[in-house]
């Protein structure tokens, strides 16, 4: 979202931008309906937690990160990576993952993702000793399907998730 004095330029589901007057975006639907935006410094936790909690209890916690009426701004990179960091399979049902758990896992993807808008949309969520290429996409789990886990070496897995069956990355092992 690009915001001035008069207008905020917003893009939904692909290349067309909408240019909205700020009544107007209070009337869209659309953005009424977005969960509380992660990147926000005053975003509130409690209000993810309620959110998804309101969400349907036997879906899977990837998916429901994906979500964007339960917490703006989370896509297939930071939900994988989050959810590894934290220690939660994105398959487990949201009932079964406690607030703590979900807490831990928004408060794991705000630093990765402000990081990478802070260098130009780099993804940089390992940090080996050399430093990173400018175009570098160095991450944990997510895009390495088939490749040692860099924490405790067992194979990363993926598979589609949702119903837009978007590619879900995982350590098995470490993540339960």
């Not at 915001?3 to 009424?32: I, K, N, W, Y």
């Not at 959110?51 to 703006?72: C, F, K, Y």
């Not at 897995?157 to 470490?174: E, S």
Request: overall charge neutral; aromatic content about 6%.
């Amino acid at each position: 979202m690009i915001r001035t004095e008069d207008s905020e330029v917003v893009q939904f589901d692909g290349p067309v931008l909408d240019l909205m007057t700020e009544s107007r975006t209070r009337f869209d639907q659309r953005l009424a309906g977005l969960g509380p935006d992660l990147l926000r410094d005053d975003f509130d936790e409690d209000v993810f937690v309620r959110r998804l909690r309101e969400d349907d209890p036997t879906r899977g916690i990837g998916d429901a990160l994906s979500d964007q009426r339960n917490v703006a701004g989370i896509g297939n990179i930071w939900k994988s990576e989050s959810c590894h960091l934290a220690g939660v399979s994105p398959w487990r049902a949201v009932r079964d993952v406690g607030d703590d758990e979900a807490r831990a896992i928004v408060r794991a993807a705000r630093p990765l993702m402000r990081r990478s808008a802070e260098r130009g949309g780099r993804i940089v969520t390992f940090e080996p000793e050399r430093p990173a290429r400018q175009a570098e996409t160095r991450t944990l789990v997510y895009d390495r399907a088939g490749l040692p886990c860099r924490r405790c070496g067992t194979l990363v897995c993926a598979r589609g998730q949702g119903d837009d069956n978007r590619t879900t990355y995982w350590c098995p092992c470490c993540q339960r």
